[in-house]
């Protein structure tokens, strides 16, 4: 069964980046392994639990690990069907044409800075009060790109528009990404979703999730 490393450093599972970091400096005052090597071990794994919950990728494997840990049923799903990551949302903030380019850029690579941090993506989805009991997977379906291969993504070839793909330069397809919530669910549980496997870089998903009374 894997490490649970927020219990391991005494924090809850949204603690703050500043939260773990007072919690390990705290252990670290009370137990220095100059003082007593008996420690070591102890001081090692903690130095691995803070190290993975400050990196925010190394935190989002850890937290699915522990999710697939729990007691669920990972293939009942919460929802009756897949929660569209465009569609299933009546407004979008910012608007839905920005979320679009920006997942857009990770596929083109036009306009991304060198340096860019990774902007989360909060999505606030509900469920009814079963669900949450039981627990089980939430299926998103996130947008994904592939590059016209004729325009290179560009929509044009030369000064007239790419036949191929009528000047869209992308064709865009939708790609699975299952997140596993433990029974059972609380109102305002927030599950981080990364999104790099899918070539996304520049967002991440933050599912906040509700519970319908």
Request: net charge negative; proline share 7%; glycine share 6%.
């Amino acid at each position: 069964m894997a490490t649970d490393f927020y219990l391991l450093l005494g924090v809850p599972r949204d603690a703050s980046i500043s939260r773990i970091r007072r919690a390990f400096q705290r252990f670290c005052r009370e137990h220095d392994p100059d003082r007593d090597p008996g420690e070591a071990p102890a001081f090692d794994t903690v130095c691995d639990a803070y190290e993975t919950l400050t990196n925010r990728e190394r935190r989002f494997h850890h937290d699915l690990a522990l999710q697939w840990a729990g007691a669920i049923e990972p293939d009942l799903p919460v929802t009756d069907e897949p929660v569209d990551l465009m569609d299933s949302f009546e407004s979008h903030r910012p608007s839905r044409e920005e979320i679009e380019d920006h997942f857009a850029r990770n596929f083109t690579r036009r306009g991304v800075p060198k340096s860019h941090p990774v902007r989360e993506l909060t999505m606030e989805l509900a469920i009814t009060s079963d669900a949450a009991e039981r627990g089980g997977r939430l299926a998103i379906d996130v947008p994904i790109a592939r590059p016209c291969d004729r325009c290179d993504g560009t929509g044009s070839t030369g000064y007239a528009t790419c036949d191929d793909c009528d000047g869209r330069g992308l064709f865009w397809d939708t790609s699975r990404v299952d997140v596993i919530l433990s029974r059972p669910v609380r109102d305002g549980t927030v599950v981080p979703v990364s999104l790099s496997h899918l070539g996304v870089d520049n967002l991440y998903l933050r599912v906040c999730v509700r519970v319908a009374v």
